[in-house]
């Protein structure tokens, strides 16, 4: 049977619908109750089964993002590591350390470490990692410096006004491609270099789509 309206449709139809129901008294009370539920979530790190510290791993041994969320650059999702990632270190660092008790059974037992998940998008809304870091857009800027934070934490709310603001202005978070995995870069101040202008320049090198075509509703509901 012929498609009558693109699948995308389906979703936006019943966005809006939601969107009329509430009405737009309701938003008001809708955007309090939101930040109490949603905003009370951030910077509070999640119990995990192990305590991994990024301050150690990231910020004092230095290693790179993509050593254990590999496929941050190639797809829509970071990917968590997996324990072979850890023990290609601690089957010799630490390798008798109760704090990485969890770690070892995971390695015999062959179940993976279950994560608790810090950042969590609705289902109706589309995400992908590997659009934003090819184009110069870094961790940093949505993740903090989580190479000073022993466990993760949500920084940001995630919520659409969050996104639409950097669509509308992206060049306020656009770097060089080669600085993205380097949270503590700066543009060089001294140098007269400042992000406005850096930014400006570089939506045009690294093919930035414009403000309406990045604040269309189907690029995150299709
Ligand atoms: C040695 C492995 C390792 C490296 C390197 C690493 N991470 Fe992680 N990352 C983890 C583990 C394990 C977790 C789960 C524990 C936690 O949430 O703190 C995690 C969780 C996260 C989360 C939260 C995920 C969620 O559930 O929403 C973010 C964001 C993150 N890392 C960003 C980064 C960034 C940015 C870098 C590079 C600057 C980095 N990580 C480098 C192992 C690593
Ligand atoms: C490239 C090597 C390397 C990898 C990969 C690695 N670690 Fe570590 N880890 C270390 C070193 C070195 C230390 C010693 C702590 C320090 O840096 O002071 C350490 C320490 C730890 C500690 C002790 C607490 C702390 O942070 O000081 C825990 C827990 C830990 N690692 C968990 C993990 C987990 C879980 C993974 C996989 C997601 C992992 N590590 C991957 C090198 C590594
Ligand atoms: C434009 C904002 C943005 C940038 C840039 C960004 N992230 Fe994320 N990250 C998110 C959002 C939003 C989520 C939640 C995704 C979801 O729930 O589907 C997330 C989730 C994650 C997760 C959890 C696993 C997953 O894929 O859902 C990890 C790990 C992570 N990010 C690491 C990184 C690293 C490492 C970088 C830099 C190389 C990075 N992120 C850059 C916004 C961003
Ligand atoms: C810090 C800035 C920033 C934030 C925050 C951000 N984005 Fe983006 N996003 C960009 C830039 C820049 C592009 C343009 C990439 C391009 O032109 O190819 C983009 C592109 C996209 C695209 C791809 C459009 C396409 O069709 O190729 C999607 C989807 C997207 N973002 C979703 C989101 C969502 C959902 C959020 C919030 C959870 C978000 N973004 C938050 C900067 C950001
Ligand atoms: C850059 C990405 C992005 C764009 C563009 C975008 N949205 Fe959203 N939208 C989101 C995110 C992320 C959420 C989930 C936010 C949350 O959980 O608060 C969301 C949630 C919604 C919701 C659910 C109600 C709510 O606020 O939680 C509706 C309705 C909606 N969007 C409609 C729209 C419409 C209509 C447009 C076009 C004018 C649009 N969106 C454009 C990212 C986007």
Not at 174 to 201: D, M, S
Request: glycine share 6%.
């Amino acid at each position: 049977m012929a498609q009558i309206f693109h699948p995308s449709t389906n979703v936006l139809s019943k966005l809006s619908i939601v969107a009329v129901a509430l009405g737009v008294p309701a938003l008001g009370t809708g955007a309090y109750l939101f930040s109490q539920t949603y905003g009370a979530e951030m910077y509070i790190p999640k119990p995990q089964p192990i305590p991994f510290s990024h301050r150690h791993h990231v910020g004092d041994d230095g290693i790179d993002c993509r050593f254990c969320h590999s496929s941050v650059d190639k797809g829509p999702f970071a990917g968590m590591p997996s324990t072979h990632t850890c023990m290609t270190c601690h089957s010799q660092i630490w390798s008798d350390s109760p704090e990485l008790e969890a770690l070892r059974s995971s390695f015999r037992s062959g179940k993976p470490i279950q994560w608790a998940r810090v950042h969590d998008l609705p289902d109706f809304v589309y995400f992908d990692h590997s659009i934003h870091v090819k184009k110069g857009v870094s961790c940093v800027s949505c993740h903090g410096r989580v190479d000073e934070r022993p466990l993760a934490m949500k920084e940001q709310d995630l919520t659409m006004g969050w996104c639409i603001r950097c669509h509308r202005h992206p060049e306020k978070n656009i770097r060089p491609k080669e600085y993205v995995f380097n949270l503590a870069w700066k543009p060089n101040e001294e140098k007269g270099e400042t992000q406005n202008e850096l930014g400006e320049k570089l939506l045009e090198t690294n093919k930035i789509m414009n403000a309406s075509q990045l604040t269309n509703c189907s690029i995150c509901h299709r």
